[in-house]
């Protein structure tokens, strides 16, 4: 059975109601064994011992010094940890991964039999509610339905996470009848919440608090040591970090005339202006252009922007880039 993806690129305001995403740039890395759960404590940012069947956990997985390989959903999934992430950040991390887990009793693959989809916007619930008899939500995320995983992911519009076999879930996706964008929508998206997107690019350049980890529950700071806890602990408890992740837009006007022979791309960087002169604020991360012109931007900058600092696209310098308010707060309490 067949999936008819469309080929448009929507902007925010363009997308529908409800709709599907096909995640062909999404996979996962699957721990399993009988040291997976105490090789991967060690191993990353997330108190990985309060990961059950239901429960849904953010994290970071570092090297020795603070850096972050990759940026992951962890799960359960037939007695496995699941580390979803953009098929693009999972190669080093994997490598990195196994590297260590030659010590531990436990396999470490990329989940090649599997399939995502997500399910998004103001009706998905009702729509996963007349599909399962059981819908996952904030108080339990993770739901298991035959072999269906169900992820709850919460934000300014719900999104659910669809996890099986290819052939199982085209059944499920032509039983919903909704159209069905490619990966680039749930880049849109991710932007918009304010998750971070890494890529080969830019794996190993910031500590999880560049990327906001600490505000989206994605470090733990009482589960002990574990590799680049050192550096992680001195940024939170020491105020040294200086740089957050932000969302951005370019504005309609500016965009519209973006060059179309120099796509925005990861490690791009962004300026603001200080009088006359322009200087570095940061490096975008990933970014979203839809077919209209609007264009979404994620990028690392110094935490003391604000929708008042003028910024601009480096390489294209007619750019206006505005400050989007993230659905969370990067403060430090």
Known sequence: ???????????????????????????????????????????????????????????????????????????????????????????????????????????????????????????????????FKQTPDSMTPVIISGTTTLVYIAGKQARYLLIDQSKKLAALIAQFDLPTYSSAVWDLLEIIEGFPQLSNATSTEYVPQMLNLQAIHGISFT?????????????????????????????????????????ISANDVIEKQLGENWRKAGDILTSYQADNGECYLQAVLANDVDKNTSLRIKEQTNTTVVVQTLPYSIETE
């Open 1 to 131: 059975m067949s999936i008819t993806i469309a080929a448009t690129l929507p902007s925010v305001n363009q997308l529908p109601d409800t709709f599907l995403i096909a995640l062909e740039s999404i996979s996962a890395i699957a721990l399993k064994g009988e040291d997976q759960t105490k090789y991967l404590q060690g191993q990353v940012t997330c108190d990985v011992n309060a990961a059950s069947e239901n429960t849904l956990l953010v994290g970071a997985h570092c090297n020795a010094k603070g850096k972050v390989f990759s940026v992951f959903r962890l799960i359960n999934r037939n007695s496995e940890h699941l580390l979803i992430q953009p098929k693009v950040s999972l190669n080093n991390s994997i490598t990195e991964l196994k590297k260590f887990g030659v010590f531990a009793k436990v396999e470490i693959t990329q989940t090649d039999e599997l399939s995502f989809f997500a399910l998004a916007g103001k009706n998905a619930t009702a729509h996963i509610q007349s599909a």
């Open 223 to 263: 589960k002990g040591c574990y590799l680049g806890q050192e550096t992680v602990a001195r940024m939170q408890y020491l105020g040294k970090n200086k740089r957050a992740l932000f969302s951005l837009a370019v504005s309609l006007d500016a965009s519209l005339t973006l060059n179309a022979n120099q796509a």
